[in-house]
């Protein structure tokens, strides 16, 4: 049993021990027990909420810092002047931020890059914004931007098709 151990221990100090990882689908970047895709075509909000959902998953909803400083890193990683939405949105009332699948008030400080939203042209969507350390900023929903998609990998698939009836 010893011995056993301390070859795995080997094994993990000469690579990355991968035993906690979890396996992405290709071209998805894990953090915990999340996969995450960041997009290479921009889209309305709507239409990359419905891009995610196709691929059984939902725009990125971070609910922890470190969540959101991996976004924001990964974000600021694609270079200059690259925008991502994410699923958080103020569109059913102004000002509050709620996850757009939980449908819950954010469980994270929002990085805003001005230190809040400010809804200047009516803005209900969220960019993550490379130029600015991948601080957030509110913008129209309607405006075409990259999107991050998620998955949880230990949770329940996502129940998408739970507005329609049986
Ligand atoms: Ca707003
Ligand atoms: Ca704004």
Redesign the pocket.
């Known amino acids: 049993m010893k011995i056993l151990l301390v070859v795995i221990v080997a094994l993990c100090l000469e690579n990355p021990c991968y035993s906690q990882a979890i396996q992405c689908t290709h071209g998805w970047v894990g953090l915990n027990t999340k996969c995450y895709f960041f997009s290479n075509t921009k889209e309305k909000y709507t239409d990359a909420s419905a891009y995610c959902h196709a691929f059984g998953s939902k725009l990125a909803e971070p609910i922890s810092q470190d969540e959101v400083h991996f976004i924001s890193k990964k974000v600021v990683e694609r270079g200059h002047d690259s925008s991502f939405y994410i699923g958080v949105n ?1 569109l059913f009332l ?2 509050e931020w709620v996850y757009a699948y939980e449908r819950t008030p954010l469980k994270i400080h929002p990085p805003w890059i001005n230190g809040h ?1 400010d ?1 200047s042209h ?3 969507c969220i960019e993550v914004y490379s130029g600015h350390q991948g601080k957030w900023a ?1 913008i129209p929903c309607s405006t075409p931007l990259y999107y991050i998609c998620e998955y949880d990998y230990d949770a329940e698939p996502l129940n998408l098709g739970r507005r329609k009836t049986l």
Do not use: F, L, Q, S
Request: no cysteine; aromatic share 0%; net charge negative.
């Open positions: 103020d102004e000002g939203a809804n009516d803005e209900d509110d």
